[in-house]
């Protein structure tokens, strides 16, 4: 059998999807604890014990190995730019897109301070943005300066007005900076160009950071490790969307990722106002956006979920609970493996998800605001509005695993009580059960009609 072996190095778990590639279906999946503190392989070897027992009897030969990663903490980047809510924001979303986890966003002229910060954090990546083509330069370059005179071990991809390149170019040859210069992330006011930026993070993170994350002898086993593992769920994402020369994409959808540490929002849309007479504000929105919240965690970010919705919301999903909410989230945080038994714990599990749910998708969508002019009242767009969105996807293991996924997903559409929130009126609602959504971007890559039909035949209806 013609099969196809797609591997997700996790930072918790390393799983394994083996593909029949001649009749488009999953063969079987895997899974066993990441082992990048010792040797990945191990925990990759454990995987592949267990898929080859679950494929005992059939004839299968891997002819192709493509792994995606967020093993070691993923990719860790840190955005700069010079306005806060223009070039530095453009740098964070065009890092969010690669599937980068930011550690921090710095705007205007950086500091010795700022510096010392950015070393403590230990970024994969620097994102050198600010400036329009033609505008402001005197901050990039000195930061470009900043970074080149005391950040001597960590790649630089620079993403910002074309007039600076020339100089930062020299700038950094003169340090010995491994660098890669692209496309403006923000060429005009409030235009977004993050495409050219999200390559060049894919370039580095692929050449420079399987090196430096130990995975290196990962590569001569495999056929290589294509991209974050983020950056694959929005490359599904975007298949299944928009489709292929060979298949029809399904249209406007937006997936919800809950996992231990964050809650991931991935939109596939333009946004534009579904309304007349709203005006559209503040900077242009990505088709392919991300959003993640790193206070919004099932396990690991537990304790900052309960700060964050506070306990009556989470009361609001499971009035019934007998739990001090604060204690059994500050259990949850200190226990991230603990897999919920009695209909109390499943209940508050989903309690968490549907909390962590709501406030994600409001942070995610567009917001409608009043604005009084001379005229009379107004209503204003900020981000995207996705309140006909046809599909809302779930993963992660509590949307996976739970008895009511539908339930965890209604948590994050449209609601009476919060109309200025622009989410999703009545879409579709699918699961995807058997954990793809990642292998599925990564088979993308390089078989795209084969993926959007997997998609389409796995993703189940609630």
Known sequence: MNALLLIDFGSTYTKLTAVDMENEEIIANAKALTTVQSDIMVGFQNAYGIMKDKCKGKDIQFNEMLACSSAAGGLKMIAVGLVPDLTAEAAKRAALGAGSRILEVYSHELTLREIRD??????????????????????ILHNAKMIAMNIKDVPVVVAGNKKANDEIEEIFMQQGIDYEITDNVMPKLNVLNVEPAREAIRDVFMKKIIEAKGMKGVESFINGILMPTPAAVLNAAKIL??????????????????????????????GEPTKPGIMKTGLQEPYAKRTVEGDLGMRVSAESLWQTVATRKIKKFAPNLTYNVQERCNYLAQHVNEIPKTPEEIEFDEAMSMAATEVAMERHVGVLEDVYTPMGKVYSLNGKDLS?????????????????????LKAGLYSEENPKYLKPMKPKLLVDKTYILSAMGLMAVKYPNQAIRILKKYLINV
Request: hydrophobic fraction near 35%; charged fraction near 25%.
């Open 241 to 270: 969307a928009n489709g292929t020369d060979e298949e029809e994409g399904i249209g406007d959808l937006i997936i919800v990722d809950i996992g231990g540490a964050t809650t991931d929002i991935h939109s596939i849309a333009e």
């Open 388 to 408: 006909n969105a046809k599909y809302v996807i779930g993963t992660g293991g509590v949307l996976i695993y739970s008895e009511n996924p539908g339930k965890i």
């Open 118 to 139: 950015m070393i403590q954090k230990k970024p994969d990546i620097i994102l050198l943005a600010g400036g329009t083509d033609g505008g402001n330069k005197d901050c």
